[in-house]
């Protein structure tokens, strides 16, 4: 068995029947990937179609020259937020499940983020999609939020888990984390709820992948 992985730049008819093959294999089976119904071969070709053209980056992973794995990521639009991408829609066709094609189809593309200069990856699960979040977690993603029954599929409710990893910051940025200075800055008049304490530097920043945080918002204040 020969695996390989491919960055498509364009799309033809073969391709595009592999990629759909694919991801309805996954979708049928109840897998989170953005559609709660099998699309038709002219959805997935379109949304490949707009990935390859909108500066995404695309990963496959083939099995003997078959695609059987994918997986993206996207620099986010906003200006203020263009330092950040996601990964989004890693699926592994349910044959070649527990090959490790998940592991290399999200390395990949957190190597590809990271070439690009990308500063943080994003991804969102399903709270109920514990093999997704372990596979993350193996890779170093952090949970930073769980917002119970955000998704609905009919009836059913899912907690959005919201993962973070961080891989390097622009050396010229100056971090104000949570602090009450830098534009914008406001402080709270006395009397006012205390504002939230900020977390404790999750452990890979601290570790020298991001400089030290500035701190946490109360002990700014009162220097
Ligand atoms: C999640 C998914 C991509 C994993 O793909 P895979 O190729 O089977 O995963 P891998 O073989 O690369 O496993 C890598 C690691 O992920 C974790 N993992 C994967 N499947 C797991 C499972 N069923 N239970 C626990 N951990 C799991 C483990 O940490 C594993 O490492 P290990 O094998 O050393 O224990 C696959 O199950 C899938 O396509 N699911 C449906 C679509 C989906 O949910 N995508 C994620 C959207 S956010």
């Not at 008819?13 to 989170?32: F, M, N, P, S, Y």
């Amino acid at each position: 068995m020969q695996l390989e992985l491919r960055w498509p730049t364009h799309l033809d008819d073969e391709l595009g029947r592999q990629i759909w093959a694919v991801v309805t294999d996954v979708v049928a089976d109840g897998g989170a990937v953005g559609w709660t119904t099998p699309p038709s071969r002219a959805v997935t070709d379109a949304w490949v179609n707009e990935l390859l053209s909108d500066g995404s980056r695309l990963v496959l992973a083939c099995r003997d020259g078959e695609v059987v794995a994918l997986g993206t990521w996207s620099r986010l639009p906003a200006e203020v937020l263009a330092h950040n991408g996601e990964i989004r829609r890693v699926m592994v066709h349910r044959s070649a499940r527990g090959l490790g094609l998940g592991r290399r189809i999200t390395t990949a593309l957190v190597e590809s983020a990271t070439e690009m200069g990308i500063e943080q990856l994003l991804c969102d699960v399903r709270g109920n999609n514990h093999a997704a979040i372990a596979l993350y977690r193996s890779l170093g993603f952090q949970e930073y939020g769980r917002l119970p029954d955000f998704l609905a599929v009919g009836e059913h409710r899912f907690d959005r888990v919201r993962m973070y990893l961080p891989l390097q910051m622009d050396p010229a940025a100056v971090r104000h984390g949570s602090r009450a200075e830098g534009p914008g800055a406001s402080t709270a008049r006395s009397g006012a709820a205390p504002s939230q304490t900020a977390p404790s530097p999750p452990s890979s920043h601290s570790e020298g992948r991001f400089p030290p945080d500035p701190g946490e918002p109360d002990a700014a204040i009162a220097t």
